[in-house]
């Protein structure tokens, strides 16, 4: 049998959760199937057999970035001839997908890493070209062969966003981790204290680790306010860069400044935030998540939450949202906490009551970093959760199984 797998973001070029599935499903794919990856971001020299990159025409460097997109994805579908199944991962690859199943007669798979009538703030980032990405979003659901949900939160939203959806075509697969890739250093490893030292994080001290893009679904706001209220000796790390909006950054750079002003730190003092903008390699991100005392993911937004896993296959408990696939992941009270949020029901995912939002997930991390023996604990009880349900082994298997439910 042979895969297409098409999506917008692939080694090295992966800025979120969606291009670390694809990577990792792939790879996964491959003892057992005949996979053949297109991506965006240009040609890929180095990426391994079977993996094609493609770049924006020309003609459509200038247009809208919605516009651009298109262009890949007529390239990508005139491309697929002879797949037996063409997968797609996000809507930038969605329409490719689609046209493909037109043209060369087979079935179309679409995962749903997240779904854009569910992200209305895009409205910021494309201009009106947040319409064209939900309408080849759509498109390609209600025509796709199967739709794989990354958790039954997100399926319950599929079916609530697209209601004129048969229910039995959609699926659950969870979103995987790679278990070798993602474990503590061992105890004493100089090069993982060299690393988080170089950093600005001092291992010896409790730390409350943030990673994620800065847009408006992963709620970074709502954690600089709670983090006002925290105790001046924990350390604030927050792994965020890759802004939607120059106007998200400036809210959240203005929120750091508050921050570190109200812990006391003078002009040019951290006061224990620690800032880091760019993408650190994998190595380095472990050391990080290892040497911090608990996660946490605010989301207001979120299918899954890949670096949910991550943080949990490295031991680390995990302070989540209680919101889309986020409880399906954190066992609340056993490897971590989930905070409660009402929210509306306008698309935003907006706390009906941000300052209430903010206190409990405030008291959620205090309690978990007032007892460090708990949350080691519930570190290990994460790490054996992300061993026995999300190993990539596993959802390459019920990959497979839908491939062949399609054909």
């Given at each position: 049998?042979?895969?297409?797998?098409?999506?917008?973001?692939?080694?090295?070029?992966?800025?979120?959760?969606?291009?670390?599935?694809?990577?990792?499903?792939?790879?996964?794919?491959?003892?057992?199937?005949?996979?053949?990856?297109?991506?965006?971001?240009?040609?890929?020299?180095?990426?391994?057999?079977?993996?094609?990159?493609?770049?924006?025409?020309?003609?459509?460097?200038?247009?809208?970035?919605?516009?651009?997109?298109?262009?890949?994805?007529?390239?990508?579908?005139?491309?697929?001839?002879?797949?037996?199944?063409?997968?797609?991962?996000?809507?930038?690859?969605?329409?490719?997908?689609?046209?493909?199943?037109?043209?060369?007669?087979?079935?179309?798979?679409?995962?749903?890493?997240?779904?854009?009538?569910?992200?209305?703030?895009?409205?910021?980032?494309?201009?009106?070209?947040?319409?064209?990405?939900?309408?080849?979003?759509?498109?390609?659901?209600?025509?796709?062969?199967?739709?794989?949900?990354?958790?039954?939160?997100?399926?319950?939203?599929?079916?609530?966003?697209?209601?004129?959806?048969?229910?039995?075509?959609?699926?659950?697969?969870?979103?995987?981790?790679?278990?070798?890739?993602?474990?503590?250093?061992?105890?004493?490893?100089?090069?993982?204290?060299?690393?988080?030292?170089?950093?600005?994080?001092?291992?010896?001290?409790?730390?409350?680790?943030?990673?994620?893009?800065?847009?408006?679904?992963?709620?970074?706001?709502?954690?600089?306010?709670?983090?006002?209220?925290?105790?001046?000796?924990?350390?604030v790390v927050l792994c965020a860069g890759a802004p939607d909006t120059p106007e998200i950054m400036a809210e959240v750079r203005g929120l750091v400044d508050e921050l570190r002003r109200a812990r006391g730190g003078p002009p040019g003092d951290d006061a224990g935030v620690v800032w880091i903008e760019q993408m650190l390699p994998?190595?380095?991100?472990?050391?990080?998540?290892?040497?911090?005392?608990?996660?946490?993911?605010?989301?207001?937004?979120?299918?899954?939450?890949?670096?949910?896993?991550?943080?949990?296959?490295?031991?680390?408990?995990?302070?989540?949202?209680?919101?889309?696939?986020?409880?399906?992941?954190?066992?609340?009270?056993?490897?971590?906490?989930?905070?409660?949020?009402?929210?509306?029901?306008?698309?935003?995912?907006?706390?009906?009551?941000?300052?209430?939002?903010?206190?409990?997930?405030?008291?959620?991390?205090?309690?978990?970093?007032?007892?460090?023996?708990?949350?080691?604990?519930?570190?290990?009880?994460?790490?054996?959760?992300?061993?026995?349900?999300?190993?990539?082994?596993?959802?390459?298997?019920?990959?497979?199984?839908?491939?062949?439910?399609?054909l």
């Amino acid at each position: 049998m042979r895969i297409d797998l098409l999506t917008r973001e692939y080694p090295p070029h992966v800025y979120g959760g969606a291009g670390v599935h694809v990577a990792e499903l792939s790879a996964a794919l491959r003892g057992q199937a005949d996979v053949r990856v297109r991506c965006f971001d240009g040609p890929r020299p180095d990426g391994g057999p079977g993996v094609t990159g493609y770049g924006v025409p020309a003609e459509l460097a200038g247009a809208n970035p919605s516009l651009g997109t298109l262009g890949v994805d007529l390239q990508m579908a005139a491309d697929v001839a002879g797949a037996d199944v063409v997968h797609s991962h996000t809507w930038y690859a969605n329409l490719a997908g689609h046209l493909a199943s037109l043209l060369h007669g087979v079935p179309h798979v679409v995962t749903a890493h997240s779904l854009e009538p569910l992200r209305p703030w895009k409205a910021e980032q494309l201009g009106g070209g947040y319409a064209v990405s939900s309408w080849a979003e759509r498109t390609a659901y209600l025509s796709a062969a199967a739709v794989v949900a990354v958790s039954a939160g997100m399926r319950a939203d599929i079916l609530r966003v697209y209601p004129e959806l048969d229910p039995e075509r959609v699926r659950v697969v969870h979103n995987g981790i790679d278990l070798a890739g993602w474990q503590r250093p061992p105890a004493g490893d100089e090069a993982a204290d060299r690393t988080v030292r170089a950093l600005g994080i001092d291992p010896e001290a409790p730390a409350v680790v943030f990673v994620g893009r800065i847009t408006r679904q992963k709620g970074l706001p709502y954690l600089l306010r709670a983090a006002a209220l925290l105790p001046r000796e924990v350390q604030v790390v927050l792994c965020a860069g890759a802004p939607d909006t120059p106007e998200i950054m400036a809210e959240v750079r203005g929120l750091v400044d508050e921050l570190r002003r109200a812990r006391g730190g003078p002009p040019g003092d951290d006061a224990g935030v620690v800032w880091i903008e760019q993408m650190l390699p994998r190595p380095d991100l472990v050391a990080v998540l290892a040497a911090s005392t608990v996660f946490v993911c605010p989301s207001v937004y979120e299918p899954l939450g890949i670096v949910n896993l991550e943080a949990m296959a490295v031991g680390l408990p995990v302070v989540g949202t209680a919101t889309g696939g986020i409880p399906e992941v954190v066992d609340d009270g056993v490897t971590g906490a989930l905070v409660p949020i009402e929210q509306s029901d306008d698309g935003t995912g907006t706390p009906l009551d941000p300052d209430r939002f903010v206190a409990d997930l405030m008291g959620a991390l205090t309690r978990v970093l007032e007892d460090p023996a708990r949350a080691r604990a519930m570190g290990a009880a994460g790490r054996r959760r992300a061993e026995e349900h999300f190993a990539w082994s596993t959802i390459a298997q019920r990959t497979m199984e839908v491939y062949r439910s399609v054909l």
